[in-house]
């Protein structure tokens, strides 16, 4: 068994470079076999859920090469079949096949998409989008399996009933290919839907809107290979900048794009956290007396849920209570049990709603990942917290953080990865 070994209270000063969105990569890569041939994806960053992508297309039958940050899809052989229950289920994003091989073929073979266990995480939103087009969608209900299949897509106005990223991006996926014009209403508007869409525009698809809340999009015959540079990981960013704040000295969080992380910005602010906005990085340091504040997490531009949980960590450390809420996911405080643990004083109310009491030293223990973001909160309580923290489960952490121990030992914390026995 692998475990993240912490021993805390080193401060972190020099620089960390950030890598490409993950949020953003996921559809990317499934996106490239819409066009048939070669495309060239930059700045695709290493995780795990990247390979887990790079399989689901290998037995499509696609080429995948790569090279360090650079990766070449060649679809050129591709085959649609059914994609397997277990490939299904090694990430959230393989609900992304749906929209991109409904729109190429008309016809799809999978199960329901795994990921953490954040909350229930349902598809229909998607699931709609796909038959407003035209889809007649099969549910097979003990083996999960879903069948999607069209004569034919036609554009078609949907409104969703909550901005879903996922469900956003599918349909655009599904539409580029349908006849005629979908427009998406209530659209979600985070950074990465901007990304993705200018991917396709690069592919030949004709879609306007991206970012906002009203998308258009013009469908067209056929999409041909393209190359897109991964915007920077806006989560993977703030996550170290909340590092910065507790244990920094002149770090310097490097490669991003400090307008979309605004939201986490003005709390950090509010707290009373010092830090310097460059053009393409922010250099942030420790300061004394941080202020309790409240947090409401939003769809984008309101503040990540996936940063509720790094910043829960910092919540601890303010002076005074903070009220932090959670809005998106249902099971988003898994990680609170652990921080209490080692010390912190964190009451939930329920699963949405958590009163913080700080400050409060933490002290090192053994704890579970339990998710990708709450494990990465525990990662930043090992951190802080006196003595040795060994943390579990860090499969979940690997999923969606690249090379995040290198990255970290390389500014100075005591961090590294042990094996241990069952
Ligand atoms: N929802 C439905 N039905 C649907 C789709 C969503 O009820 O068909 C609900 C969800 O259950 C949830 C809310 O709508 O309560 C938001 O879901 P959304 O569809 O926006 O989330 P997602 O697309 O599945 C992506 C990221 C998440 C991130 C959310 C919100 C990927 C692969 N995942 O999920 O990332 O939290 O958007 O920004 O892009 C993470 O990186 O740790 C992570 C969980």
Redesign the pocket.
């Given at each position: 068994m692998k475990q993240i070994k912490i021993v805390g209270g080193n401060t972190l000063r020099g620089q960390i470079h950030i890598g490409g969105a993950?949020?953003s990569a996921?559809?990317i890569i499934p996106a490239a076999i819409l066009a048939t041939g070669e495309s060239k994806l930059y700045n695709v960053p290493n995780i795990s859920d990247r390979d887990a992508l790079f399989d689901i297309i290998k037995d499509l039958n696609v080429d995948v090469k790569m090279e360090g940050s650079v990766v070449t899809i060649d679809s050129s052989n591709i085959q649609n079949k059914t994609i397997s229950e277990i490939l299904s289920k090694r990430l959230?994003?393989s609900y992304y096949f749906m929209g991109i091989l409904l729109g190429k073929y008309k016809h799809v073979e999978m199960y329901f998409p795994g990921?953490?266990n954040?909350?229930?995480?349902?598809?229909?939103?998607?699931?709609k989008g796909f038959e407003a087009l035209g889809a007649t969608v099969t549910h097979e209900e003990e083996s999960h399996k879903y069948i999607l299949d069209a004569e034919k897509l036609t554009g078609a106005r949907i409104k969703l009933d909550?901005?879903?990223?996922?469900?956003t991006i599918n349909i655009m996926f599904a539409a580029s290919l349908a006849e005629g014009t979908t427009i998406i209403e209530n659209a979600?508007k985070?950074t990465?839907i901007i990304n993705i869409a200018d991917f396709l525009n690069k592919m030949g698809a004709k879609i306007k809107g991206a970012g906002t809340s009203k998308i258009t999009i013009e469908g067209v015959k056929e999409l041909h290979p393209a190359e897109i540079s991964v915007i920077p990981d806006r989560?993977e960013a703030g996550t170290y900048l909340i590092m910065g704040a507790l244990l920094g000295d002149n770090l310097e969080v490097c490669g991003i794009n400090p307008n979309h992380i605004t939201a986490l910005l003005n709390k950090l602010s509010d707290m009373g956290v010092t830090f310097e906005v460059k053009e393409n990085s922010i250099i942030i340091s420790k300061s004394p007396n941080l202020k309790a504040i409240n947090i409401t997490t939003l769809?984008?531009p309101g503040f990540?849920?996936?940063l509720g949980q790094p910043m829960s960590v910092l919540l601890t450390q303010a002076n005074g209570v903070s009220l932090f809420e959670e809005t998106?996911?249902?099971n988003r405080m898994q990680h609170v049990e652990y921080l209490n643990k080692m010390g912190a004083n964190i009451e939930l109310k329920d699963n949405a709603h958590a009163v913080i009491t700080g400050p409060t030293k933490l002290k090192g223990a053994a704890i579970n990942a339990t998710?990708?973001?709450g494990g990465a909160a525990l990662v930043t309580a090992g951190l802080i917290a006196e003595g040795c923290t060994v943390i579990s489960n860090i499969e979940y952490i690997l999923r969606?953080y690249e090379n995040i121990i290198n990255k970290l030992k390389s500014v100075g914390a005591d961090i590294e990865i042990i094996e241990t026995e069952e």
């Open positions: 993950k949020n996921v559809a959230r994003a990921g953490c954040i909350g229930s995480r349902p598809i229909d939103i998607h699931l909550f901005a879903s990223v996922g469900a979600a985070e990465e989560i769809v984008y990540p849920t996936d998106i996911w249902e998710d990708l973001r969606g």
